[in-house]
């Protein structure tokens, strides 16, 4: 695992981004879809935070909460979001326009789907400019959207500028959505799945951009992934998802080497590794993904849990910390911590 720039310590010991007991709820004709269940975190300037878990743990919805996108039926039904200090909730209609962009971005899994097909790459970086600095004048604007084409590692960009969306690569196009995000130098960026829809060679020029990025500019980064290999690669914490839960929080070496819920030693074991012995078979997770319709009472993995107790299907385990910003919502560690009964055994937990 490679040496990481330890994060700049936030102004006055505030933090970029705080998320406190955010809850979002889909209001669907079969019922409510708690699709975030009371998660926390924070995002230090200079820090990247990943957020791992399988498809439809809830990572991308608090990603569009976040940035004030999300789409009805979905509604923040309870919980905070501030950024330097503000509360994001709060934002009116014109405030929401100017942190969008101005001091967040966000970049996409598909950039098809975010690029316009019928305007020119420059256009639309000017654009997405003079929106939120109207005083820049439209050839200032030019200049700076080719300087950061430059700077995301595409040639000849005044030519490039006057291409459309549909003449670049997967891996171009990924740029062009990179430098669309970063050129009017916010302070948060948020990546959900950015290379997930590239080959691993395009994949690893990407992140190696992000992180070159990230150095100079200082900003935090959210980074949205199922891969945890690009989590080793990048991120300075992790939070682990699963239906809609933080199950584990802590730095990238507590998360790899001391894993403290199930959960994350089954993605963990999932994964190929290099250091594998030959024909060594990857152990997936058993079972299949709650019903979120019809979660659980207790804790949402118990079902596919080797581990699980009478208590994990009762009772949603309270966190335990394991170590200095590591923590775990896992009944194993809260036995672990029980004291001794007379005869020398853990006495149980009760549900």
């Given amino acids: 695992m490679q040496q990481r720039q330890t994060p700049a310590p936030p102004p006055e010991g505030r933090p970029l981004l705080e998320v ?31 957020i791992v878990g399988e498809s439809g743990s809830g990572k991308s919805v608090e990603a569009y909460s976040i940035m004030g996108l999300l789409q009805p039926p979905g509604r923040v039904v309870g919980g905070s979001i501030t950024f330097e200090g503000e509360d994001v909730l709060s934002f009116s209609r014109r405030e929401l326009t100017a942190f969008r962009g101005g001091r967040a971005a966000m970049i996409f899994q598909n950039p098809m789907t975010c690029l316009n097909p019928v305007y020119t790459v420059g256009d639309q970086l000017i654009e997405a400019l003079r929106a939120h600095q109207k005083t820049v004048s439209r050839r200032e604007a030019a200049q700076r959207a080719a300087e950061m084409l430059e700077r995301v590692g595409i040639h000849n960009p005044e030519r490039r500028m006057r291409q459309y969306p549909h003449e670049f690569s997967g891996g171009m196009r990924q740029r062009v959505m990179i430098a669309m995000g970063l050129i009017c130098h916010p302070k948060l960026l948020i990546a959900d799945e950015p290379t997930t829809a590239l080959d691993v060679t395009i994949q690893a020029q990407i992140l190696e951009l992000m992180k070159d990025l990230q150095r100079q500019t200082n900003m935090g980064i959210i980074f949205i992934t199922h891969n945890l290999g690009v989590v080793a690669e990048l991120c300075h914490k992790v939070c682990v998802m699963y239906a809609g839960k933080l199950v584990e929080q802590g730095s990238v070496d507590d998360i790899f080497y001391r894993p403290g819920h199930p959960y ?16 060594q078979r990857l152990i997936p997770i058993e079972g299949t993904p709650v ?26 385990p309270p966190y335990v910390d394991l170590g200095p910003g590591h923590r775990s919502a896992c009944w194993l560690r809260v036995q672990e911590r029980l004291p001794a009964s007379p005869s020398g055994r853990k006495e149980a937990a009760h549900g």
Wanted: charged share 25%; hydrophobic share 35%.
């Fill in 20 to 50: 406190r007991d955010l809850r979002v709820s889909f209001f669907t004709p079969a019922g409510e879809v708690r699709a975030v269940s009371g998660i926390s975190y924070q995002v230090d300037y200079g820090e990247v935070v990943g």
């Fill in 264 to 279: 994350t030693v089954g993605l963990l074991r999932s994964m190929p590794r290099l250091d594998a012995q030959e024909h």
């Fill in 291 to 316: 019903d979120m319709l019809d979660p659980p009472e207790g804790c949402p993995f118990a079902p596919r849990c080797p581990h699980a107790m009478e208590v994990c299907l009762r009772r949603m």
